[in-house]
Every structure is written in structure tokens, then in C-alpha cells.
């Protein structure tokens, strides 16, 4: 066991350390006018399991670092996503006015359309809550939901790569920050006994990490030929065309 010390200065890491990752990120798109190559459904999966995991917490009162970083996560996300649309690209689902998703989720016009459906969320889960929260079955399932959504974090980032060819548009200090930060987490889990929900979870967002360090090599960062992060190019296309 380390110093209390040690495990004080950890625990402040976790509770700032994750939501400063993205600081980064939101100054460049800013500077750059631009919210290319960065998968706005990060903040989506970031602000529902959070969410998500706060209401975990009343249910398990695990280390209260993990808690402060959820909420401070929140806000972060709020204000990345606040940005992403100000300046999102010219070429998207939202300016060509379609989506291929179902009601077309997360690729609404407006700010006000995702605070709603946040809103909305947290009714419903406080409801469920309110109604569950005292079945430790469904406490557990909560978390498990709460870390598992979280650990698909790279996983839109690692498709809009895929689909540009490129890493254009996503900094390198979020890369960095997502492994060096997701290395730490996983130490930290095991290190402070956390619930197993943290550890499983969180081996598995540190391994999809590691593959787009891998796409960062592969493909590089250069611009590509066509950005067009949240849907097909031949969707797109059709629709000008209409």
C-alpha cells in the first residue's frame, strides 16, 4: 500500500486529470474554427455514463474522487460539445438536414435539442432509481452500464479515423492523454479496491487506446480528401444531389 500522501495526490489526479484532457481539444477547435476529426459522440458517451454513474454512487458509495471527476466531467463535455457545434463542419448530417441514425440521435440542429434529451435522461434515470435503487441487483447492473458505456469511449473516435483515413483533427495531447490517463485509472481501480464494474472496463478502453495509437502510426495525421465525421460521404452526396 502506498503512503497516504501518495494515494491523496492520486485520488486529486482522478478527479481533475480526465476532464483537463480535453482543455486541449477544445482550444484547438477553437483556434482553428473547425470541430473536424473530433467524434462529437465522445461527449455523448462521456455524458451518459457519467450520468450514469452518478447514480451508481447513491447506490455504492465508492472513493469519492471517482465522483468529483464524474461531475466535473459533466460540465466539461456540456461546454467540448457547446464548441464542437459552433464549429462544426460545413459538410455534416445537421447542415445537409439528414441522418442515418434513429431520430437521428446526436445529430441534432441545435444545442437546446441535446439538453433536452439530457434532461430527459436524468428524469428517467432518477425514476428508475427511485423505484430500483434499493435492489443491489440492479445497483450492479447500473454500474456495469455506467463503466461499459464509458469504456466504448474510443471506439467512435477509432471509426471516424477509420472512415478519414487520418487522425487530422484530433490532437495528439488527447491521445496521449487517453492512455496515459487510462493507465493511471487502471492502476488506481486496482490499487484502491474499487468495484470490479472500474477494473473490467477499464483493461478494455485501455486496449482500444492502444489500436488507435496504432491507426495514429498507420495513417498519420494529414488532412483528408473529403471530412465528413458523422455519416457516410455517399449519404451525403445523395442528399445534395436531392
Not at 9 to 32: E, N, T
Not at 69 to 87: E, G, R
Amino acid at each position: 500500500m502506498f503512503p497516504e500522501w501518495l494515494s491523496t495526490v492520486a485520488s486529486v489526479g482522478m478527479a481533475v486529470g480526465p476532464p483537463l484532457v480535453y482543455a486541449d481539444q477544445a482550444f484547438s477547435i477553437v483556434k482553428r474554427k473547425d470541430s473536424t476529426g473530433f467524434s462529437k459522440d465522445t461527449c455523448a458517451i462521456l455524458l451518459l455514463a457519467n450520468l450514469t454513474r452518478c447514480f451508481f454512487w447513491l447506490g455504492e458509495r465508492f472513493e469519492r474522487a471517482l465522483l468529483i471527476q464524474s461531475i466535473l466531467m459533466i460540465f466539461a463535455q456540456i461546454a467540448l460539445l457547446f464548441i464542437c457545434l459552433k464549429y462544426r463542419p460545413r459538410i455534416s448530417s445537421e447542415s445537409l438536414g439528414g441522418s442515418s441514425r434513429p431520430l437521428s440521435f446526436w445529430q441534432w440542429a441545435t444545442f437546446t435539442q441535446y439538453i433536452e434529451f439530457l434532461a430527459g435522461f436524468i428524469l428517467v434515470q432518477g425514476i428508475a432509481f427511485l423505484i430500483f435503487g434499493r435492489s443491489k441487483l440492479y445497483v450492479s447492473i447500473l454500474g456495469f452500464v455506467a463503466l461499459g458505456l464509458e469504456s466504448t469511449l474510443p471506439i467512435p473516435q477509432l471509426i471516424s479515423n477509420y472512415k478519414q483515413r487520418s487522425l487530422y483533427g484530433f490532437r495528439m495531447s488527447t491521445l496521449l492523454g487517453w492512455v496515459g490517463g487510462d493507465s493511471f485509472k487502471t492502476w488506481y481501480f486496482f490499487n484502491e479496491g474499487s468495484p470490479l464494474q472500474f477494473k473490467v472496463c477499464a483493461i478494455f478502453q485501455l486496449s482500444i487506446d492502444f489500436v488507435i495509437v496504432a491507426q495514429r502510426f498507420i495513417y498519420g495525421n494529414a488532412p483528408p480528401e473529403t471530412v465528413l465525421p458523422d455519416d457516410d460521404l455517399e449519404q451525403a452526396l445523395a442528399l445534395e444531389d436531392d
